[in-house]
């Protein structure tokens, strides 16, 4: 273990750690040797609700197993069994196979998000979507003939498929992944051929496999690598930067050479730095640095690396906004002999030090900064779990507006492109890799392999990752089964000793619902994580981390999850508690609707472990020596429908399933953006029949003081106390009307918010996020359809049925969602209710296009609406 984990007896409040960035290449390099291409598009799909092939994860392990073999500690090898191997006689791998009835789609792809809800064995927790089955995925892979007569390396790198990936190529059992989160690489070359080639992969989901929804298929991006049999290794590079200063600092690389050739032959390897161009991550101007070159010698079918050390002066530093900038750069590295370069490698990462004190906090380039965190599930709302680069981008942007500044990647690694826009968006991120280790959460999650795959799995995960300036710690664990007794604290000792090794500069944690400061975890980790316990536990205001402190006075503390505050948009129900904070039941007061299935959007109500954001907030306050919180959840998600568990998805989500901001977006953004002027006023005030009876307004400001008038009369002008979070006016009656609120700073005009009753529904209001998308079949636009009345005034309970349509133009309604938790209508059905005045439409172009797209929006009795959409 390297020496700066060692906390010597005095108490060593800040540990300086230096760090850097990410490794990344971006598409097609026409770099020295080296080609990645893309092999998304053109795949023929089935899937299968019993097995078709007779094969399994037992019967293919020996054979998945090798590639496991990059990430193993010496020593450990395993061979390929000799011999005919598994599958080599099913139908679906073989060239003649007619596949012209099976489904032709582009990747990614997630086929249970096609639904329909309520499948067969497939419970709330994973939402009741069909993602259980055999798949079985063919294409067909053209390889040019010089690459197989210069014998290159042919490598398939999938960026993540769920699960139990098996590979063949020509008939021919190529490897396979089991953890469906992470990424892999296996190596084709002893089975291309030149010409034409079938490719086909299995994949394996058993029910029970996830507590939420996993998705299912190959639903990340699939890449083919060729390059020179001598190349930079799969994540073969390894940046550092141990010091830094405002006027330089030293960057440190790591080069791993990897020789899959027979030719005797000595490699040059030479990196430059350059700036990079933010988002084609291409170098940008002329290099800044360069490292001293080596050479190196490596044996057949070995690796060997090559160190450097370089000085980048007046660095540009990597940190969050809105203090600090996400600048990066990007190391090229090229390997040569004689002259002549073969390889070409690029490394995106950034230039900064991070610090973890026990009483400050975290620290990044010596700024103290507050980690005002979510937590978030990988699915991307009605798109499912395919990896969308701009869904991504959308909800990093919605969470950025909102002040949230760091991330945590529940439970397991993201898509690499997501972490690409972490950097580039300076978030902070928390990468977590497992839900579970030896002791099971559902029937079939990790721990049925974790004995065989904890290490390769662990390794990968940091070695994929660790170039990425944003990551600021590893998560090894979330809410651990075994996390109280002896063997948790074994296991994590292994997990967290692994981290250590592959990575030196960052520290591990784990996210902790109920181990407490004396378990053997505790001893262990090296940051606290807690989950809850901190700050949940419904009213009760004891908070374990005062022992947590004084127990362990060196390790920083954090909240890995926080809240768990439940809600429905745009739904309230009265009566309203008084308190700060309830456990969400059906009776009057405790803000659930058992019947129809909603929660009071008051955002004053949890299940028993968690609080309202109010209580988090006062907890945070009074213990300032913790570093932050990563709240249960930025978006709603697929699954884990708590409190309701025939509902398809959360309640959690301080911003819906469909992306539309809920009121508890408000309170956070007035906590986090403290400089932002800003409130907002909750409920809405269109409330026939209520004319007379108590209807509480609350008020989220940014500024410390509030007047609100119902109809032009005030009703107080209140100053928001210690420990309040909300100004509250629990005591008004309705009047149809309007309500206003008038909010100060330091005695000050600060800002103003208004809230008026309004009329009948009569037309659809649509507005696209982008009027102008690329013409790429990927690229997308989230139009947001309101239901207004005569003067354009959202109706806030309209739930009239909406159906979007291409009018005109080379567009596609990818999906439609509402974000009301109880509905189940498929995504891909064009029509479907308003759902709290709100309807969402995601379109996309046809491949290939350019020209305007018009969406067109209609309900029965309602003037239409439209938007036009240009692909370019
Ligand atoms: C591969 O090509 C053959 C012949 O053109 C075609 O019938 C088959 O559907 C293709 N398979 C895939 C997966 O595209
Ligand atoms: C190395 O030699 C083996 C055995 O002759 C041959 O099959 C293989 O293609 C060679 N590899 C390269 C990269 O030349
Ligand atoms: C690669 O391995 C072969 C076989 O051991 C050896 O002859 C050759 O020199 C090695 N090449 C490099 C670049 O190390
Ligand atoms: C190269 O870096 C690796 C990993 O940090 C380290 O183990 C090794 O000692 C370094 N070698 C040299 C010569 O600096
Ligand atoms: C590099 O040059 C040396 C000396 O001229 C020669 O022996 C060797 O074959 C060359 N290697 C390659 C890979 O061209
Ligand atoms: C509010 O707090 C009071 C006093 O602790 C308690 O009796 C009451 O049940 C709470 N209300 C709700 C809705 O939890
Ligand atoms: C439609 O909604 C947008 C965004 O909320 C708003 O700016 C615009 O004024 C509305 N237009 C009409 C005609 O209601």
Known sequence: MPTMFQFTSRPKHLLLLSLFALSGLKNVSAAAGRERRSLNEDWRFSRFTSNPDSLSYDVLKEWMLPAANGF?????????????APGSDVDYTQDDFDDSAWQQLDLPHDWAIAGPFDAPGVGGGPGRLPINGIGWYRHNLTIDADVVSSKKSVFLDFDGAMSYAAVWLNGELVGGWPFGYNSFRLDLTPYVKAGGNTLAVRLDNALDSSRWYPGAGIYRNLW??????????????????????????????VVDVE????????????????????VSLKPAGEAVAAFSSSSVTVAGGEKQSANASATVTDPQLWGPPPTQKPNKYVAVTTLSSNGTAFDTYETVFGIRTIAYSANEGFLINGEHVRIFGTCNHHDLGAIGTAFNYRAAERQIELLQEMGNNGLRTSHNPPAPEWLELADRFGMLVLDELFDAWRNPKVDNDFSRIFDDWYEPDMRNFIRRDRNHPSIIAWSIGNEIPEQSNAQGGETGKLLQDISHEEDPSRLATTAMNSAGPNTALANEIDIIGTNYQGEGNG????SSWPNFHSTHP????????????????????????????????????????????????????SPSWASSPDKVFEQHDRYPYVAGEFVWTGFDYIGEPTPYDSSRSSYF???????????????????????????????????????????PVHVFTSGDEAELFVNGESAGRKKRGQYEYRIRFDDVK???GSIRVVSYKNGAEWATAETKTVGDAVALNATADRTSIAGDGKDLSFVTVEVVDSEGSIVPEASNSITASIASGPGKIVSTDNGDPTDKTVFSEPTRKAFSGKFLAIVKTEKGASGDIVV??????LTAGSVTISAT
């Open 72 to 84: 193993l500690s010496d020593g450990k090898k395993y061979e390929r069994p000799s011999g005919t």
């Open 224 to 253: 083919l690598v060729t390059v020179d049999p001598v190349h930079v290794g799969q994540y073969g590079t390894f940046i550092t930067t141990p010091e830094v200063s405002a006027s330089e600092a030293t960057v440190e690389i």
């Open 259 to 278: 020789n899959k050739s027979n030719a005797s032959q000595r490699v040059d390897v030479a990196t430059e730095i350059y700036a990079v161009d933010p």
């Open 539 to 542: 009213a009760s205001f004891s």
């Open 554 to 605: 060196d390790k920083m503390i954090w909240s890995t999850e926080s809240s768990s505050c439940v809600s429905s948009r745009g739904k309230y129900l009265f009566p309203v508690t008084p308190n700060k904070t309830a456990v969400v039941g059906n009776n009057p007061g405790q803000g659930g609707d058992g019947t129809n299935r909603h929660v009071s959007a008051y955002e004053l109500y």
């Open 653 to 695: 989500g301080i911003i819906d399933l469909a992306g539309f901001k809920k009121d508890r977006f408000y309170i956070y953004q007035a906590r986090w953006r403290s400089d932002l002027p800003m409130a907002h006023l909750l409920p809405h005030w269109t409330w026939p029949g209520r004319e007379g009876q108590t209807t």
């Open 734 to 736: 309705y009047s149809p």
């Open 856 to 861: 067109e929006f209609q309900s029965d009795g």
